[in-house]
């Protein structure tokens, strides 16, 4: 149906009924068989989880109307960062979210290992995107939306924190419920600098795309990306602990999720929560049993029993050991109905990230190209001094990062180079966080007051240095001092100093 009453209906249902994005995790032990064993799940309230949702009937289909899809599809489960659990906060979307971009990541390929902020999401999304602040809820297109406008770092830069602020972090955010500024539901008005100055990674702008069961499928078989979607949240159809209608431990502990039967959307569309997954895969020939509102098994008329049949595989974000700790494609994967999808959920997708250029830095013990292999380890590195027998490293001590601005003196790191004899050749690595790299102009100042540039100040308007300069040392002399100067020759643009390896050989 695609006539203006039934339009209006829908939208209703979407945008005015869902007035709480249920972000509801399970973050017990497996419990056996005893179901009231399962940690009771926060909820919020918030009417975010499909906002902007345009309608399956107003958006194209993805799929060619003549492709075959196969029965079964769980390609992409390769391509899948850990499962992750979002805590006691109300932020499944920023998970939901999170781990799409990483898998984009995976599937493009020059980043193996992708582990982005969580954190720094949530924040973003509030305060840059300025997407529903007055609550922790958001939903994926504002959260991918972010990320294309202002990029995430990697975890390191601002670690996960798994409880919101209450009153002990800030007494503004004493208040329950959404009554609080939004600094409480990011956990800081501001950023921090680790992550500020972190390198951030993008994707391309997202894009609302139809939820009907083959246009998801068309994006994951032909494009082999999957598929964010939020959606409303029924209690008893994921045998969740403030169901009001009973439950099965057996689905919860395999990921079930079947279409709401009709007690179940009665009475969980007056508690109006949502919930926002990853969709990476299906099975046209999973088969599970119905069960209606008093939580029975459903029988056909010749006594049959009444199934569910096709499902979706979806990656959650409620950890490992309970939800889904038994489904086959990994714990806490869980299994959603065609149906349910089809009809509740809103689907946002964007595309493959550029490539990521990075350079390993020999001698630091990190893997800074995320290749697997680490320093001498590294096919970068093996032909360097660093690398072969009788090379020495310096790790050049930074008491002072930050980069004077138009300044001629600049930043100026000494280091020593002990041991008696004259070098044949030096080699210095650089790592520097800079918002436009022309303005730099990188020195060595020999123990003899000699200058020579490894980097000229340009019209560069790119970011950051991360690079390797190679001297001809011969005649440098040993058991010496040596400085290397950061000069910003521009005013406005700023940087820091991250690290300076020094390699000789003698």
Not at 156 to 177: F, I, K, L, Q
Request: overall charge negative; hydrophobic content about 35%.
């Amino acid at each position: 149906m695609t006539n203006g009453p039934w339009k209006a209906l829908k939208w209703l249902m979407f945008a005015g009924l869902i007035s709480s994005v249920g972000c509801a995790e399970d973050t017990s032990e497996p419990a056996g068989d005893d179901s009231s064993a399962v940690d009771d799940p926060m909820l919020i309230s918030a009417d975010v989880v499909n906002a902007g949702w345009p309608g399956n009937e107003n958006l194209v289909n993805e799929d060619k109307s003549d492709q075959n899809f196969p029965a079964q599809f769980f390609e992409l489960q390769a391509t899948q960062s850990p499962v992750k659990s979002q805590g006691s906060r109300g932020v499944c979307s920023i998970f939901s979210s999170m781990a799409y971009v990483e898998h984009l990541y995976i599937t493009e390929g020059s980043l193996p290992n992708p582990d982005f902020s969580e954190q720094y999401l949530q924040w973003s999304s509030k305060f840059l995107e300025r997407a529903f602040p007055n609550t922790s809820g958001s939903n994926n297109d504002a959260n991918l939306r972010a990320v294309a406008n202002y990029g995430v770092p990697e975890e390191s830069a601002w670690p996960y924190e798994t409880n919101e602020w209450g009153a002990s972090n800030d007494p503004d955010c004493g208040a329950s419920g959404d009554d609080k500024p939004t600094k409480c539901f990011t956990n800081g008005e501001t950023a921090p600098e680790s992550a500020e100055s972190a390198e951030k990674y993008f994707i391309p702008r997202p894009r609302w795309q139809s939820a009907r069961v083959r246009s998801v499928k068309a994006t994951m078989f032909n494009k082999k990306q999957a598929v964010p979607v939020g959606m409303t949240f029924f209690y008893q159809s994921w045998n969740h602990s403030r169901s009001e209608l009973p439950t099965n431990r057996d689905y919860w502990k395999q990921g079930y999720v079947l279409s709401p039967n009709a007690k179940d959307r009665e009475i969980s569309l007056a508690k109006r929560a949502g919930h926002a997954i990853l969709l990476t895969g299906w099975d046209d020939t999973l088969e599970v049993q119905k069960v209606d509102g008093e939580g029975n098994p459903i029988f056909n008329a010749d006594g049959t029993p009444d199934m569910e049949r096709g499902f979706f595989l979806f990656k959650n974000s409620w950890g490992k050991g309970s939800f889904g700790s038994a489904n086959p494609q990994g714990d806490g994967y869980g299994w959603i109905a065609y149906s349910y999808v089809e009809e509740f959920a809103s689907a946002v997708v964007s595309d493959l990230p550029e490539p990521v250029v990075k350079t390993e830095i020999c001698g630091d013990e990190i893997d800074n190209d995320s290749n697997g292999a680490t320093d001498c380890d590294d096919a970068a590195c093996v032909d360097q001094p660093i690398c072969n027998t009788g090379g020495e490293v310096i790790d050049v001590e930074i008491s002072e990062s930050a980069i004077p601005d138009n300044d001629p003196t600049g930043l100026v790191l000494p280091f020593i180079v002990e041991g008696q004899g004259e070098l044949t050749s030096m080699a210095i690595t650089v790592d520097v966080t800079h918002t436009y790299r022309g303005d730099l102009r990188i020195e060595l100042i020999l123990p003899s007051g000699e200058r020579q540039v490894l980097e000229r100040n340009s019209s560069d308007s790119g970011d950051d240095i991360q690079k390797r300069y190679e001297i001809d040392a011969t005649g440098f002399p040993g058991n010496d001092i040596y400085e290397i100067a950061f000069i910003d020759t521009a005013s406005q643009d700023t940087g820091v100093v991250n690290s300076v390896l020094v390699e000789v050989e003698r």
